[in-house]
């Protein structure tokens, strides 16, 4: 089973920037798409952006413009660059993907910004 790590995540104060990295264990299968999603207390977790092989991304409305999902696809990694970090933004955020036809999950890296 493939296992992906967060990292990246941290406190900042409002307006600033942060680059989260989801690394995949070694594996020769490509994860396809590989996406962020993000986990706010007392709220469901939702899709944040996704990452498709071919370079077709997606991203949920709320993030449209302030976050880029990048990758690096023969490492299996996966990169979210955040700016202009707001209070709509604290949350757990965690990697997924799909490996082998099965789900994959990391244990998420939290995010947190003081105004």
């Known amino acids: 089973q493939v296992q992906l790590v967060e990292s990246g995540g941290g406190s900042v104060e409002a307006g600033a920037s942060l680059r989260l990295t989801c690394a995949a264990s070694r594996t020769p299968f490509t994860i396809n798409p590989m996406a962020w999603y993000r986990q706010a207390p007392g709220k469901q977790r939702e899709l944040v952006a996704a990452?498709?092989?071919?370079?077709?991304?997606k991203y949920d409305d709320s993030v449209q413009g302030q976050f880029t999902i990048s990758r690096d696809v023969a490492k299996n990694t996966v990169f979210l660059h955040m700016n202009s970090l707001n209070p709509d933004d604290p949350a757990v955020y965690c990697c997924?993907?799909?490996?082998?036809?099965?789900?994959?999950w990391g244990q998420g890296t939290q995010v947190t910004v003081s105004s």
């Open positions: 997924g993907g799909v490996w082998r036809g099965n789900s994959c």
């Open positions: 990452f498709y092989l071919g370079g077709t991304t």
